[in-house]
């Protein structure tokens, strides 16, 4: 019978709030399952750009990473972003391991080619190394995994991190019974403002064709989709009490 294991990703509208990023956190630690916990930041990188006057871009939800953007990513998420979540977790006496792509080679990208759009130094998944993280994970140690990546020739890659819990999520899968939650600053998917308790992907086109789900909560829920598809038993989306409450969230079915 194959172990749980809960993967929840967090993004930066809960990362830049100090309160809500606690009580996620003693949410988070409370979880006697093996878990992983993997963070985005793009609020913060966007801010840090502006200080240096860079205008931050994104189409469709999804950043353009050019040199400047690229060196911002790295130092906020493998540096600031991800040295602080592993500061609190300790402090709650949870054992961790921030990681990035390059970090014993756990996420290993190749740069988006240039079709009609050229998103920069944004990376594709083409491999993630589960023996590593099952080793970790076999450990007690809690894995917390940003959005850089690399592809193995040197070159750092910006990764969504939405893409990168479904892809672990569907990669450990094959070991575990993997629950995965997305967190952010919605109760779960909303139609006329009312909190949906379930949404099938026959729904989701028909909400997408009304207007209802649009920009970046579409590749957000297309990786839900993904996951449920390729082996992962469970998907939620909800905001930072999808852990302890599933009332608080949008479970998604096929």
Do not use: W
Not at 92 to 101: A, D, F, K, V
């Amino acid at each position: 019978m194959k172990d749980k294991l809960v993967v929840v990703k967090i993004g930066g509208n809960i990362i830049e709030n100090d309160s809500l990023m606690d009580k996620f956190l003693m949410s988070f630690v409370k979880i006697k399952d093996k878990k992983i916990l993997i963070h985005g930041g793009g609020k913060i990188v966007s801010n840090f750009l502006k200080k240096i006057n860079v205008e931050p871009k994104l189409i469709n939800g999804r950043r353009v990473t050019d040199n400047k953007t690229l060196d911002v990513v790295a130092m906020v998420y493998a540096g600031l972003i991800n040295k602080k979540i592993i500061t609190k977790l300790q402090k709650y006496n949870c054992n961790s391991l921030g990681l990035s792509g390059p970090d014993c080679n756990t996420i290993l990208a190749k740069k988006r080619k240039v079709k009609k759009i050229d998103y920069g130094f944004a990376g594709d998944i083409e491999k993630i190394n589960k023996k590593f993280l099952k080793q970790i994970l076999d450990l007690n140690i809690c894995p917390v995994i940003c959005s850089l990546t690399h592809d193995q020739n040197g070159q750092l890659l910006n990764t969504n991190a939405d893409t990168i819990a479904s892809k672990i999520s569907i990669e450990l899968s094959k070991k575990f019974n993997v629950i995965l939650n997305y967190c952010f600053d919605k109760s779960g998917i909303l139609i006329n403002n009312q909190k949906q308790d379930i949404v099938s992907a026959k729904v989701y086109k028909k909400l997408i064709k009304k207007n209802i789900i649009v920009d970046g909560m579409i590749p957000k829920i297309e990786n839900c989709f993904s996951a449920l598809k390729n082996g992962v038993n469970e998907v939620y989306i909800g905001n930072h009490q999808i852990i302890n409450n599933k009332k608080n969230c949008t479970k998604l079915t096929l």
